[in-house]
């Protein structure tokens, strides 16, 4: 498959490979190519570093800054993995995720989908114990990659970590916060991070929060 076999046969996947693939009780897929195919050349500074993933699970929990920067791999791998990480800042419920349409570079927008990294959690729907931080911070995400608005996703980040900061805890971090307390504590850091930007943009002191006019009013309860 791949670089090999475009160029002994011109396709990256041949007829006869494809069909010994669904002959097969079991397939082990892997494209392969030589240097020419490679994108390193493309990006000098880029330091690669190959590990399996059995590995990369040990690194994650002995070392987690070990793996700073971007881990590629199989779906599946990277499942498993971004769950297993999930608990060093904490929780499962405080991550965000994004599955993303290409690379963003910061200035043009990307399109993309938006959810936290954890599941449905059927076993405690109803009970409003959930945490919205990870649903929250994947707005962040939203806003800063597909409508390129910097600085709402940073007022939305700075909110999550003043609560946090200010002790907010729900059930899955050990304090008995519910959904609902727990997104209006970070509507209210967000109402005053962004009131006190747009003050200081009346000073001419900050950059504007592109969608707040001055004197538009916040009311400080959450939707969630």
């Not at 994650?60 to 999930?86: C, H, Q, R, W």
Request: aromatic fraction near 4%; charged fraction near 20%.
């Amino acid at each position: 498959m791949g670089g090999c076999s475009i160029d002994a046969h011109g396709t990256p996947l041949t007829d006869e490979t494809l069909a010994a693939a669904k002959a097969a009780d079991a397939v082990l897929l892997g494209s392969i190519g030589g240097p020419k195919w490679g994108t390193g050349a493309e990006f000098p500074d880029l330091k690669v570093e190959h590990q399996l993933i059995d590995s990369a699970a040990m690194i994650m929990v002995k070392n987690p800054t070990g793996l700073n920067g971007v881990v590629v791999t199989s779906n599946l791998f990277g499942d498993i993995i971004s769950d297993e990480a999930s608990v060093i800042p904490g929780s499962i419920g405080l991550l965000p995720s994004a599955s993303l349409s290409g690379i963003p570079d910061g200035k043009s927008k990307c399109n993309g989908i938006y959810e936290p990294i954890h599941g449905s959690a059927p076993g405690i729907s109803g009970q409003r114990i959930v945490n919205p931080i990870g649903t929250i911070l994947s707005v962040a995400m939203l806003l800063r990659y597909s409508l390129n608005l910097h600085a709402e996703a940073k007022a939305v980040e700075d909110a999550v970590r003043a609560a946090l900061d200010s002790g907010l805890r729900s059930k899955d971090l050990g304090g008995n916060a519910t959904t609902k307390e727990a997104g209006d504590a970070v509507v209210r850091e967000l109402a005053r991070i962004l009131s006190y930007r747009c003050f200081n943009l009346s000073r001419g002191d900050a950059v504007p929060i592109t969608r707040l006019m001055p004197g538009s009013r916040l009311r400080a309860s959450s939707v969630i």
